[in-house]
């Protein structure tokens, strides 16, 4: 798993709307209609964070979910990043 760049992350970032790069992680904000929207999506998510092998950093808050993506084992961010934050994409999407 090779740690990528500050070049890599900023045009990988391109393909991805409304996420950005700070303190090392990539990062979104979602607002969902109540916690129990949210709380399905995240249940959705978590379902895949676990096939991936992957885990976010995430807050909830009652309909606001933030989540931060990072490669803990490398220090950074890999392309494993990307993979669950396209993930996660598809997910809120199809919701």
């Known amino acids: 798993m090779e740690k990528l760049s500050l070049e890599q ?9 409304g996420w950005s790069y700070a303190n090392g992680m990539i990062s979104k904000s979602y607002t969902f209609q109540d916690f129990t929207e949210t709380f399905a999506v995240m249940t959705h998510i978590a ?3 676990e096939k991936q092998n ?4 995430w807050e909830n808050v009652y309909n606001n979910l933030t989540i931060r993506l990072n490669t803990h084992d490398v220090g950074g ?3 494993n990043d990307f993979d669950l934050a396209q993930s996660i994409e598809r997910i809120v999407g199809n919701k």
């Open 47 to 49: 379902f895949e964070c």
């Open 77 to 79: 961010i890999t392309q």
């Open 9 to 17: 992350i900023e045009a990988s970032l391109k393909h991805l709307n």
């Open 54 to 57: 992957h885990h976010p950093n």
